[in-house]
Nanobody
Framework: QVQLVESGGGLVQAGGSLRLSCAAS????????MGWYRQAPGKQRELVAA???????NYANSVKGRFTISTDNAKNTVYLRMNSLEPEDTAVYYC?????????????WGQGTQVTVSS
């Protein structure tokens, strides 16, 4: 089992920055991958950024060059630094972790945090 606790969302003007945090309940060395999805009203949930245990990183094309995912292994925390925010980035952001539960790879979710970018 992995519990994920998110923080850092809020309201920001276009062009501004926010940093999201996601603290895991166990060592991220034991987690296969972590990252962030987002879901805007009326849209499907989409992958924003992900980092694997081998430090491979992927970003959605829409956020490349603006968002940065990173980890603090000592704090079992993954961060999403979001710069040059646009109104189109407005969504609920969900942290996730892919981790083994016994022999089965399972996806765990945080509670979600609202990011609102005003124009």
């Amino acid at each position: 089992q992995v519990q994920l606790v998110e923080s850092g969302g809020g309201l920001v003007q276009a062009g501004g920055s926010l940093r999201l945090s996601c603290a895991a309940s166990r060592s991220i060395f034991s987690i296969n991958a972590m990252g962030w999805y987002r879901q805007a009203p009326g849209k499907q949930r989409e992958l924003v950024a992900a980092i694997t245990s081998g430090s491979n990183i992927n970003y959605a094309n829409s956020v490349k060059g603006r968002f940065t995912i990173s980890t603090d292994n000592a704090k079992n925390t993954v961060y999403l630094r979001m710069n040059s925010l646009e109104p189109e980035d407005t969504a609920v952001y969900y942290c996730y972790a892919d981790a083994l539960n016994g022999l089965r790879l399972q996806k765990y979710w945080g509670q979600g945090t609202q990011v609102t970018v005003s124009s």
